[in-house]
């Protein structure tokens, strides 16, 4: 494609999340967040890297209104806190953090800016993972909870409205292979886990409807594109059990209202699936306005006999945890680069695809980019200036594959670049910046990279050359 013109009203954005950029991590009546306790385990992040401090954005959060400001951006996807306005998962309510979070909606709301607010990024309450974490119900009860609360709080202030971003990370990422937090290695835990963040998605959309019918309903998934090794049949299975894990076990219940039958067959030795009751698929099934999607990088499997030394090198150590789960049968086979800083394989044309197949599959279903991005070690030139022209290129080649699916007939409305700021990479700490504007970690002073003009020129005249 050799120019892309995007529509006047296609939305341009960013993302973060709250536990990778505020801080202020025991200020103001926070309490403690199952990542607050990971990331302070000897051993579970990089460097011993925590959030306490993060990019400091609790108290710098007007600078970065400024930065959102002048970059031109149409809407800026948050998250909020749940152990910040409700710091024990349960009972009272924090006027303080429902405060915080009010300020910055009127101020971006004050600067034409669209509020996109996640409910929850893999930050939950320490107390309620003492009780269970998502493995129990009750979890999805006091989500709902807390769902109520912080609608009632913003309410329509807020233009949409995100339950979960990426509940597959928050369940198998978490509950099976334990590389995120709490690093419980349980596969049915796992599975049931996956049932109450669906569950909970549900009953919070529910609550959306009902307290801000103004708003827009929307869930985030990282979606899978995942490729086989060859043509043959066990490869295409192969395929087709990871599909039914990653992607079928979170669009099934929420687009179609039901769980793939292949899903709880290839799953049955692990789990019975009797933690779904009655009246839960339906109640999962609420109708979204749009459906988010984030997308970094493909995945490549095979089948795997059983008696080889398994690789389980899929280059990004996330679909891969989907085989702690219930795909014994499959293997992860490492990718052709070009490669990002996290080692994830760089394949703008799978992007495409992913778009298509949604298109083909939930014609119905608007659709947004809620993060796409990468990771680059960034050099820092003598005169200051930050040249991330491989950050550069692979946003050129990611948003010119949604201009393509766009082309196709794909209903993308709109793309959040991930991230706003560098930021607490998770697993990976400090040490793997995702940022359009750089932060020094020792000053927390931030400076635009060469992207970050970049994107905001695309904005500004919404041409991609
Ligand atoms: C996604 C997460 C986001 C960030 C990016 C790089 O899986 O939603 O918080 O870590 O990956």
């Known amino acids: 494609m050799t120019e892309y013109v995007f529509p006047g009203d ?22 403690p967040s199952i ?19 993060a990019a400091d954005h609790y108290h710098r959060w007007r600078e970065d209104l400024g930065h959102i400001a002048d970059l031109g951006l149409d809407a800026y996807r948050f998250s909020i806190s749940w152990p910040r306005v409700r710091p024990g998962g349960s009972g009272q309510f924090n006027r303080a953090g429902l405060d915080f979070y009010s300020r910055l909606v009127d101020g971006l709301l004050e600067r034409g800016v669209r509020p996109v607010a996640t409910m929850y990024h893999w930050d939950l309450p320490q107390e309620l993972e003492d009780a269970g974490g998502w493995a129990v119900r009750d979890t999805a009860l006091r989500f709902q909870e807390y769902a109520a ?22 369940a198998y990422l978490g509950y099976a ?6 690093g419980r290695t349980e596969p049915a835990a796992a599975l049931a886990a996956v049932h109450h963040l669906n569950l909970a998605h549900g009953l919070a959309g529910r609550v959306v409807r009902e307290l801000a019918p103004a708003a827009q309903l929307s869930v985030t998934l990282n979606l899978h594109v995942i490729r086989p090794a060859s043509d043959s049949a066990a490869d295409l299975d192969a395929v087709r059990r990871i599909d039914a894990l990653a992607n079928r ?31 839960d698929e339906s109640t999962i099934a609420v109708p979204l306005d749009v459906l988010g999607v984030n997308y970094y990088s493909s995945t490549l499997v095979r089948a795997w006999d059983g008696v080889s030394p398994r690789s389980d090198a899929d280059g990004h150590g996330k679909s891969a945890a989907s085989a702690w789960v219930a795909a ?4 992860f086979l490492p990718q052709p680069g070009p490669y990002t800083a996290m080692g994830w394989n760089i394949d703008p044309d799978a992007f495409t695809e992913l778009l298509l197949r949604l298109r083909d599959e939930y014609p119905d279903q608007p659709l947004m980019i809620t993060e796409n991005g990468a990771a680059f070690d960034d050099a820092v030139s003598p005169d200051g200036t930050i040249r991330d022209d491989r950050r550069i290129d692979y946003l050129h080649r990611h948003i010119g594959a949604v201009a393509q699916a766009r082309a196709g007939g794909a209903d993308v409305r709109g793309y959040f670049l991930w991230s706003l700021l560098d930021n607490f990479e998770w697993g990976y700490g400090y040490d793997r910046r995702f940022g359009i504007i750089r932060v020094d970690y020792d000053t927390q002073v931030r400076t635009w990279k060469q992207s970050a003009h970049w994107y905001r020129r695309l904005i500004a005249t919404g041409r991609l050359g």
């Open 10 to 31: 296609f939305v341009w954005g960013s993302a973060t999340a709250a536990y990778q950029i505020e801080g202020a991590a025991r200020e103001d009546g926070r309490g």
């Open 35 to 53: 990542w607050d306790t990971y990331s302070h385990t000897p051993g579970r992040t990089l460097n011993g890297d925590t959030g306490d401090v």
């Open 149 to 170: 609360g912080i609608v009632e709080a913003l309410g329509d202030r807020v233009h949409t409205w995100t339950t979960f971003n990426e509940p597959w990370c928050s």
């Open 177 to 182: 292979s334990g590389v995120h937090a709490p």
């Open 249 to 279: 076990a979170f669009l099934g219940p929420m687009l179609q209202g039901a769980y793939p039958a292949d899903l709880l067959a290839d799953t049955a030795e692990v789990t019975d699936w009797s933690f779904v009751r009655d009246g």
């Open 328 to 331: 014994d049968g499959v293997e």
